[in-house]
């Protein structure tokens, strides 16, 4: 982007001359400068009613180019995101690492984005992931508590010591 020229320097008021001015003739010998001359480059000066010319570097118009009015924008504008979209992706990451919290979230996110009737796959992923995993987990919970409760119970029944029954070595405390 250029910068538009610089206006022409005003002259000076010729009704009161400088005579201490070293380059200047004799005070009785000054003569007024002219005016300078009127091209087409410079408009003439504006009155109150009419509004300024365009200056001399905005010529959009007249080289056939759109104005800046009518023109789009240079780049389109993002369309925001919809509600739910982040929740869906951090569910489906949650219900990898900590499957009940990833589950929740992720239905909270398809909840969400069925209301703004948006895809919901991430979503959908999320509480598949996060029910079979939880159900894993809640099985192998129920098979290790199943053992200790047997093991427990056959110490009760032993007393202390060491004990084997059927092959398995059973040491009760």
Do not use: H
């Not at 992931?129 to 199943?146: D, S």
Request: glycine content about 8%; charged content about 10%; hydrophobic content about 45%.
């Amino acid at each position: 982007m250029t910068n538009p020229p610089f206006p022409d320097p005003p002259s000076p008021d010729s009704s009161s001359p400088d005579s201490s001015s070293p380059d200047s003739p004799a005070a009785g010998a000054s003569t007024p400068a002219p005016p300078p001359p009127v091209t087409a480059e410079t408009p003439p000066p504006a009155t109150a009613d009419a509004p300024p010319p365009a200056p001399a570097w905005n010529s959009a118009a007249d080289a056939g180019y759109p104005s800046a009015a009518s023109a789009a924008p240079a780049y389109p504008q993002p369309t925001p995101t919809p509600p739910g979209r982040v929740l869906s992706i951090v569910g489906l990451v949650l219900a990898v690492l900590v499957a009940p919290v990833g589950l929740i979230i992720s239905i909270v996110a398809a909840v969400k984005l069925s209301k703004a009737k948006e895809p919901k796959g991430l979503a959908i992923a999320g509480i598949i992931v996060g029910a079979l995993i939880t159900i894993f987990w809640i099985v192998v919970l129920i098979i290790v508590f199943t053992l200790l409760a047997a093991v427990i119970g056959m110490c009760a029944e032993l007393g202390p010591g060491v004990w084997q029954v059927d092959g398995v070595n059973y040491r009760c405390g």
